[in-house]
Nanobody, 124 residues
Framework: QVQLVESGGGLVQAGGSLRLSCAAS????????MGWFRQAPGKEREFVAA????????YYADSVKGRFTISGDNAKNTVYLQMNRLKPEDTAVYYC?????????????????WGQGTQVTVSS
């Protein structure tokens, strides 16, 4: 059993910043990495960023590259997403997830456990 809890979402104006946090608990040993995804109304869940524990490699969607930064602590099973220069199109429910295997870090289908999500709303 693995539980993930996100926090840090909220309402901000365009150009503002938010920092999301996600902590995993339970059977979290031997995890490969963690990631962030988001889902806007009427759209499918899409990749935002991910971190691979081995080597600390990071991955970003083109839409957030240069604005968002993912970081984490493998020992604490915690991941963060620093979001700067937010845009209205960033509005979505943001989910964190954990994976146990290497592979396609961009695909939500390759993550094993998910948090409940936290709402991020960016106003114009």
């Amino acid at each position: 059993q693995v539980q993930l809890v996100e926090s840090g979402g909220g309402l901000v104006q365009a150009g503002g910043s938010l920092r999301l946090s996600c902590a995993a608990s339970g059977r979290t040993y031997s995890t490969n990495g963690m990631g962030w995804f988001r889902q806007a109304p009427g759209k499918e869940r899409e990749f935002v960023a991910a971190i691979r524990w081995y080597g600390g490699a990071t991955y970003y969607a083109d839409s957030v590259k240069g604005r968002f930064t993912i970081s984490g602590d493998n020992a604490k099973n915690t991941v963060y997403l620093q979001m700067n220069r937010l845009k209205p199109e960033d509005t979505a429910v943001y989910y964190c997830a954990v994976r146990y295997f290497s592979g396609n870090y961009y695909s939500p289908r390759e993550y094993d456990y998910w948090g409940q999500g936290t709402q991020v709303t960016v106003s114009s």
